[in-house]
């Protein structure tokens, strides 16, 4: 595959375009006016198709499309102020996503990628180093935040790291290194317990399971015997762990008491199933939440604000089979083909490690949909990294 350099101002939008998505992350950044962050997303990939051409890939492009008809095919009340959600969305999905590409754009993403992903473990990092010395802003009302907004961000981060860390201690040929992702590895663990976000934590094992068992393929006497390994080391170093996970515990035992372990979830699911049963085909409109049908959902009529509860059920509910099928399919596929395909090599396990940790995630959150979230910015650069990688079009 040729390299291709990307110029000044792309090196420049680099930056910026990671600084804005921090933003979202990091409250102690300046707070950026959403007409501005959005503006500068979509400004970033009109820059890149009028300098280099675009080719549009069809991977997504039912999705795209069926955002618009469940619009256009429902009466959406006007507190949604639903064209400039759907603005903010495409601004951010465009530019990060796998929709338009040219050799600049993808040499871009790819950078835009990494340093995503080198980021995530600073922000991992400097968190843990706030909470050892017992910096009090580390806790915040849902809990540990470190330095993030909430405690369900900070734990999917620190999975997210996690994952990251292991691919870097097998990539690595220094012990040196090796030593140093090992370190960076249980500071992203210790992150995880201490968030106490039950679903970040069960998504991060599965994404690592996945990417053992694929970097172990062929050695499945190997694996299991690393599997015994990290369980006897869980073991035997119970008493240094077992005190961080409080917030974990406290909420399955609050969990336990409501009888379902998924209470915090179980009205939402139940409403998003019932918008689909009433509109199975285009759903309610994207990104919204109809309260004829959702009578548990709360809904700020000032903001539009809304709590789905889990991205899968709200693709069924807000865009119906058709749009939760034109995401849910090539997704999956892409989770396929990094299972399948031994040439991708470590990058694409990477990859398919990331997405099977989303895959679960999203069951339990619904931040997909939501242009101004960082996990909406980060899935969707994501899968534009496994369009490139896994060469879905290209049939490679």
């Given at each position: 595959?040729?390299?291709?350099?990307?110029?000044?101002?792309?090196?420049?939008?680099?930056?910026?375009?990671?600084?804005?998505?921090?933003?979202?992350?990091?409250?102690?950044?300046?707070?950026?006016?959403?007409?501005?962050?959005?503006?500068?997303?979509?400004?970033?990939?009109?820059?890149?198709?009028?300098?280099?051409?675009?080719?549009?890939?069809?991977?997504?492009?039912?999705?795209?499309?069926?955002?618009?008809?469940?619009?256009?095919?429902?009466?959406?009340?006007?507190?949604?102020?639903?064209?400039?959600?759907?603005?903010?969305?495409?601004?951010?999905?465009?530019?990060?996503?796998?929709?338009?590409?040219?050799?600049?754009?993808?040499?871009?993403?790819?950078?835009?990628?990494?340093?995503?992903?080198?980021?995530?473990?600073?922000?991992?990092?400097?968190?843990?180093?706030?909470?050892?010395?017992?910096?009090?802003?580390?806790?915040?009302?849902?809990?540990?935040?470190?330095?993030?907004?909430?405690?369900?961000?900070?734990?999917?981060?620190?999975?997210?790291?996690?994952?990251?860390?292991?691919?870097?201690?097998?990539?690595?040929?220094?012990?040196?290194?090796?030593?140093?992702?090992?370190?960076?590895?249980?500071?992203?663990?210790?992150?995880?317990?201490?968030?106490?976000?039950?679903?970040?934590?069960?998504?991060?094992?599965?994404?690592?399971?996945?990417?053992?068992?694929?970097?172990?393929?062929?050695?499945?006497?190997?694996?299991?015997?690393?599997?015994?390994?990290?369980?006897?080391?869980?073991?035997?170093?119970?008493?240094?762990?077992?005190?961080?996970?409080?917030?974990?515990?406290?909420?399955?035992?609050?969990?336990?008491?409501?009888g379902s372990i998924t209470s915090t979830r179980d009205n939402s699911w139940d409403d998003r199933l019932i918008e689909f049963k009433a509109f199975p085909v285009f759903g309610v409109g994207f990104a919204t939440i109809n309260t004829e049908y959702a009578k548990s959902s709360i809904v700020n009529t000032k903001t539009g604000l809304i709590e789905p509860?889990?991205?899968?059920?709200?693709?069924?509910?807000?865009?119906?089979?058709?749009?939760?099928?034109?995401f849910f399919i090539p997704y999956i596929r892409f989770i396929y083909i990094s299972y399948k395909k031994e040439v991708i090599g470590m990058n694409g396990y990477l990859l398919g490690a990331l997405l099977f940790m989303f895959f679960f995630h999203l069951f339990f959150e619904a931040h997909l949909t939501a242009g101004g979230a960082y996990f909406c910015?980060?899935?969707?650069?994501?899968?534009?990294?496994?369009?490139?990688?896994?060469?879905?079009?290209?049939?490679?």
């Amino acid at each position: 595959m040729t390299r291709v350099s990307i110029d000044f101002c792309a090196r420049m939008a680099l930056p910026y375009i990671l600084f804005l998505s921090l933003t979202r992350v990091i409250p102690y950044l300046p707070s950026i006016p959403d007409v501005i962050y959005y503006s500068s997303f979509l400004g970033v990939i009109i820059w890149f198709v009028l300098r280099s051409g675009a080719t549009i890939l069809y991977t997504f492009l039912p999705f795209l499309s069926v955002i618009f008809l469940s619009v256009w095919v429902n009466d959406i009340p006007a507190y949604y102020k639903i064209w400039y959600r759907v603005f903010a969305y495409l601004a951010i999905i465009l530019t990060v996503g796998p929709f338009v590409i040219n050799p600049v754009i993808l040499a871009w993403r790819r950078l835009l990628f990494v340093y995503t992903l080198l980021s995530i473990r600073w922000v991992v990092i400097i968190s843990f180093g706030a909470w050892c010395i017992g910096w009090e802003k580390v806790n915040g009302i849902s809990g540990f935040e470190g330095i993030t907004n909430h405690s369900m961000l900070m734990g999917p981060l620190g999975g997210i790291s996690l994952i990251y860390s292991l691919y870097r201690f097998y990539v690595s040929d220094k012990a040196t290194s090796r030593y140093k992702e090992i370190g960076i590895a249980l500071i992203s663990f210790a992150i995880m317990l201490l968030a106490g976000s039950r679903s970040a934590i069960v998504s991060s094992i599965l994404g690592i399971i996945f990417l053992l068992s694929r970097i172990y393929r062929h050695r499945v006497i190997s694996l299991l015997q690393i599997f015994f390994s990290i369980l006897v080391l869980l073991a035997v170093t119970s008493s240094i762990w077992w005190p961080l996970t409080k917030r974990f515990r406290d909420k399955m035992e609050s969990s336990v008491k409501s009888g379902s372990i998924t209470s915090t979830r179980d009205n939402s699911w139940d409403d998003r199933l019932i918008e689909f049963k009433a509109f199975p085909v285009f759903g309610v409109g994207f990104a919204t939440i109809n309260t004829e049908y959702a009578k548990s959902s709360i809904v700020n009529t000032k903001t539009g604000l809304i709590e789905p509860g889990s991205a899968w059920l709200f693709f069924l509910s807000s865009m119906g089979l058709v749009g939760f099928l034109s995401f849910f399919i090539p997704y999956i596929r892409f989770i396929y083909i990094s299972y399948k395909k031994e040439v991708i090599g470590m990058n694409g396990y990477l990859l398919g490690a990331l997405l099977f940790m989303f895959f679960f995630h999203l069951f339990f959150e619904a931040h997909l949909t939501a242009g101004g979230a960082y996990f909406c910015f980060f899935p969707w650069l994501l899968l534009s990294e496994c369009n490139r990688v896994l060469n879905i079009n290209n049939n490679k």
